[in-house]
Each structure stands twice: as C-alpha cells, then as structure tokens.
C-alpha cells in the first residue's frame, strides 16, 4: 500500500483564501502602519522602451508635436506595472492595490502602536517620488543629448 504524504493545512503561495478574520482597519488608517516598499521597475523599462521607439520611429520634426502626448497616454497605459512589496509578509501585487493590503502583521501593528511610532514613508509618496526621479533623469538625459 502506498503512502501519500498528507499536504500542509494552508500553504500561502497556493491558498488564495482569505487570512484569518480579525479586527480590519479602514484604509485610510492602514497605510500609517504598513511597510510597503514600491516597485515602478517594470514601469520605468516600458517606459524606456516606448520612448526608445518613439524616437526611432517618429521624425525629428514630429517628434516635438507627437511626444508629449505619447508620454502622457504610455504612463496611463503601462500604470498596471507599478508594484508594491510588503517587508512584512513578502506579498507583492499590483499598486492599485496597495490600500486594501492588511497582512497579520499589519493589523497586529495597527492594534499595539501608535501612527507616529510607525516611521516608514507610505506607498503613494515613494509613488510620488520615484516618478519625481524618473522625470529628473529623463530631462537631464535630453539636455545631454540636446548639447551634442
């Protein structure tokens, strides 16, 4: 007779159901006690790669007229690809929905702690300041280029 080994009660890379129910804080509260670290990585290479080919493709003298709103439409588009990682549970999902994400141990902190004692910046201003930075780096790259 042969032997199966029993599988484990709840495996979190294959259960998709819900964690246990406890006292949920609303989302507004939420992001003030998690630690959530944003990952525009995937965001930032299409990006690239849409400008790479808008430049190769468009002519000089379209390319002032027909980027700008290019750029605009492509950031909408390519939005999905924006990603948040939490440093508590090592869920990583899409930044649309970083609000709705309180893992055990989110929750356990929104209950123990106070907002102020919680010193980690919240997803949508490193959001904010990863496309600060991506803009910077691409004006300085076409000021570069635009002095040869």
């Not at 508590?88 to 702690?113: I, L, N, Q």
């Amino acid at each position: 007779m042969r032997r199966h080994a029993t599988p484990p009660a709840r495996d979190p890379d294959f259960d998709s159901s819900p964690t246990p129910a406890g006292p949920r804080p609303s989302a507004e509260v939420v992001a003030f006690y998690q630690r959530l670290v944003v990952n525009p990585f995937l965001w930032v290479a299409a990006l690239s790669g849409v400008c790479a080919a808008a430049t190769l493709i468009l002519t000089p003298a379209r390319r002032a007229s027909v980027f700008p709103p290019l750029l605009v439409v492509a950031c909408w588009l390519l939005y999905p690809l924006v990603q948040y990682h939490c440093l508590d549970c090592g869920k990583t999902a899409g930044f649309r929905r970083w609000r709705r994400h309180a893992c055990p141990r989110v929750r356990e902190r929104w209950a123990t702690t106070r907002p102020d004692q919680s010193r980690f910046v919240t997803a949508p201003t490193q959001l904010a300041l990863w496309v600060l930075g991506t803009c910077l780096i691409a004006l300085l790259a076409v000021t570069s280029v635009a002095r040869r």
